[in-house]
């Protein structure tokens, strides 16, 4: 049996505030938060850290919007959003990568029950996304250092770029490092023993 989702929500009105109170675990969900507003919202949900917001957009002091996107900026969360009103200025508005559902009132279980459900897939996914292009990235900055540790090792050594690459490949084996950190190694001590040749110089 899968854990249950964490939910907090924000709904200033007392009907649809003990409506989700209710619904929520009936629907095999956890309530964590239970907010009248959005600022007391925000302020809950750091430290109950929720795995899933729902949230009314029109509410007195901070609305919906305004609040998820606080909270997304601070911990990345998936965010329902609820509103009375179809307005084409609140969906514009709500079209952010944090908002991964738009319910609209009167809401049913048979609405909502499949809006958290998608939310929460499509939040794996982002995240899944965001995660393979920040591995990325990070091979690219990787693969940067150790094209320029082994230049270094080329114009040192006077070898070739092969050898260059062996003698890193080596080093890694022998020290039980990854490359990258052999190629950091390197151009430290290129750089320190650049500065001593400079102060050397006349």
Do not use: W
């Not at 944090?98 to 939310?119: H, M, Q, R, S």
């Not at 920040?134 to 770029?161: F, N, P, T």
């Not at 080093?171 to 490359?179: C, D, I, T, V």
């Amino acid at each position: 049996m899968k854990n249950p989702i964490r939910i907090a929500f924000a709904e200033d009105e007392p009907d649809m505030r003990e409506y989700l109170e209710k619904t929520l675990p009936l629907l095999g969900h956890q309530v964590v938060v239970s907010a009248k507003n959005g600022r007391e919202l925000v302020e809950k949900c750091r430290t109950a850290k929720p795995d899933l917001i729902i949230s009314d957009i029109k509410m007195p002091d901070i609305d919906g919007i305004d609040a998820a996107r606080t909270i997304f900026q601070e911990r990345p969360v998936p965010v329902i959003l609820l509103s009375a009103h179809s307005e084409p200025e609140l969906i514009a508005r709500a079209d952010n990568d944090y908002v991964f559902a738009y319910l609209v009132k009167p809401i049913k279980e048979t609405d909502l029950n499949p809006a958290i459900g998608l939310a929460m897939k499509r939040f794996e996914q982002l995240q899944a996304l965001r995660k393979e292009a920040s591995d990325l990235r990070q091979a690219l900055e990787d693969r940067k250092l150790i094209e320029r540790a082994k230049g270094v090792l080329m114009k040192r050594a006077h070898i070739g770029e092969h050898d260059a690459f062996r003698r890193m490949q080596k080093l890694a084996s022998s020290k039980r490092q990854k490359l990258v950190e052999i190629a950091q190694m390197i151009l430290a001590v290129e750089e320190v023993s650049g500065s001593d040749d400079g102060e050397s110089q006349p």
